[in-house]
């Protein structure tokens, strides 16, 4: 879960009080300059994008976040005519940006998750520890998590639970959802996380509430986060310039095993074997680093939520971009689209 700061910071420009997760590394990666442009897709608080502002380079910051995205409006007042706030997904920025898109940029930053912002704001509905509706959508449209809790088939939320939460008891929980909305539909997030954690129960050792995995599984299905991160990096793979650099920052471990894959199949020509045909020649897009960079101690230490960043980056290629790139197999989950309908 990221951290771009606060909100407060955002809209005056003043120093932030919670510094942005590998905030160092990250501007060690992307290296801004002045007379460049910076894409920073994952706008939250402005945490990264101040940062980046102040090593001179412009900055176009992208959130579909309402509240996000009225304090990058209020920023971009602040620093006039270096910043531009563009309301939408990040998955999106490819088609967003005309016709700086055409001209292409020298970097983009994601950094991939719920923000802090959105996570102490009990009415959005991502915390398993504040009360507030049972929501969860990053922007103000599509189903909530109370429409997948109550109306999702019991095989379809365990699929849901188990691979995008990695669950162990998702059919245990799937089952309990499913005996208890017959009775009374959730609608609060304390309802569910009290219902998880009674099926789950919890040691007095554990640090990690048992509604952890449930609620980050809810709300990577209802914002199509995975989905989102892969059309990101085929749209960054399109915009950026020869030698622009792709920066990304992950909390999860799907998230980056989608951009370590992403930019194996872009830096990396495909091995073979003398016992099989040569495979053909691949257009090299990115050269990237090897290793993923970790929060180092200290911050780890100040910042909880840091311990499980991982930062990865590439530099673009002069080949041209390669198009779609691939997220995960999700042939086994349902689809928000297909959400059977109220009453079904």
């Known amino acids: 879960m990221g951290d771009h700061g606060t909100a407060d910071a955002a809209t005056d420009g003043g120093p932030v009080s919670h510094i942005p997760v590998l905030l160092a590394e990250v501007l060690d990666a992307l290296r801004p300059k002045a007379g460049e442009t910076i894409v920073d897709g994952t706008f939250g608080a402005g945490g990264y994008t101040r940062a980046i502002l102040g090593r001179g380079a412009d900055v176009v910051a992208i959130d579909r976040d309402p509240n996000a995205f009225a304090n990058a409006e209020r920023m971009a007042a602040v620093f006039e005519g270096r910043m531009r706030a563009v309301h939408g997904r990040f998955g999106d920025m490819a088609d967003l940006l005309p016709p700086l898109a055409d001209e292409g940029v020298d970097g983009v930053v994601l950094d991939i998750g719920v923000s802090s912002m959105q996570i102490d704001e009990a009415e959005r509905g991502f915390s398993f520890s504040k009360d507030g509706p049972l929501d969860m959508r990053m922007g103000a449209s599509g189903p909530t998590a109370a429409d997948v809790v109550n109306r999702m088939k019991a095989g379809d939320l365990a699929r849901i639970f188990n691979f995008l939460g990695e669950e162990r008891h998702a059919g245990r929980i799937a089952r309990a959802i499913e005996t208890r909305r017959a009775e009374r539909p959730f609608a609060r997030t304390l309802d569910l996380a009290q219902l998880v954690g009674k099926v789950v129960g919890r040691a007095p050792q554990d640090r990690i509430d048992p509604a952890t995995r449930v609620f980050q599984a809810l709300r990577i299905f209802v914002n199509d986060e995975l989905g989102e991160l892969a059309r990101a990096l085929a749209g960054a793979e399109r915009i950026l310039k ?102 079904a």
């Open 242 to 343: 020869p030698e622009g650099r792709l920066v990304v920052v992950s909390f999860h471990s799907l998230e980056d095993r989608i951009v370590k894959r992403f930019f194996r199949d872009r830096s990396e020509a495909p091995s073979t074997s003398r016992h099989l045909p040569d495979a053909p020649a691949r257009p090299l897009t990115f050269e990237a680093r090897n290793r993923a960079v970790a929060a180092r101690d200290e911050e780890t230490a100040g910042n909880p939520r840091a311990r499980s960043a991982k930062l990865r980056s590439g530099k673009r290629t002069a080949v041209p971009p390669r198009g779609e790139a691939e997220a995960l197999d999700f042939a086994d989950l349902p689809l928000v689209a297909d959400l059977p309908a109220a009453g």
